[in-house]
DNA sequence: TCTACAATTCGCCATACATCGAAATGTAAT
DNA sequence: ATTACATTTCGATGTATGGCGAATTGTAGA
């Protein structure tokens, strides 16, 4: 029951759910979310930890920067299933279809060249 | 998203789904609810509020009492797979078991009788 | 009409959570 | 070694949420 509240409280955030569904396209940095939500690094870093404890995403750390992916087929049902209800109920939403664009934008952008914009405002 | 975050904040919340969980045998009274979670009856006919608004329960009502029961098969896809991944999850659950079993206690008791002994205390 | 009563709504309190900026962490480059 | 820098952790603050008791609502019976 622990478990499933982790990912229920993680799943009630609009923001986290955000994340979840540009995760569809496969890894992605934690410069590259700050940029999509438009939320403070240290919001982000949070939002991050709270998936992460729930199982939802996966971690990985390469130098100074950490990628964040969805959990992968080895996950738990209770996971697995969660993460495909989360796909078809909003997957298809407008504000994702937004973020769906926003994202192909970020990524055409180089990561060094993304977080120094970031500095600057 | 709004519906799918009034889903998933009605879902995080263990009192309401062991609400969700004892609504499996069919529809429950609201005194039969509180019997079963110890809670105030304003504390459960928020909760119950709550997970009518995602859509979750549907109500009866019938004279002074007030009957809940799970969303049924015409309801929204998105409400449908949600119950159905609650069950799936956490339905074998240890708490859920035990309220099984303290649930048939209750329906033993006549509705009238169980609100005079919650009166009581 | 008046009373009893199941359920709900309201007002209040304590706790949990989202957010931010500042400080800390750890890695890469100079 | 020192500096630069992506990310995380920490501390503070405002808002949301769960809980209760008191007051309200609406229905059934006296």
Redesign the pocket.
Known sequence: MKEFLAIT?AL??E??VRILLALRGGEL???QL?ELLA????????????LRQAGLVE?R??????YYRLAGEEAPPMVRRALDWVVESVGRNARAQEDRRRLKEILRIDK?EL??LL?EG
Chains 1, 2 share one sequence.
């Open positions: 409280k009630s955030d923001g986290r940095c934690v410069c700050i939320l403070a690094p240290s919001t982000v870093s949070r939002h991050m930890a709270i971690l750390k390469e130098g100074r920067w950490a060094e977080c120094k500095k």
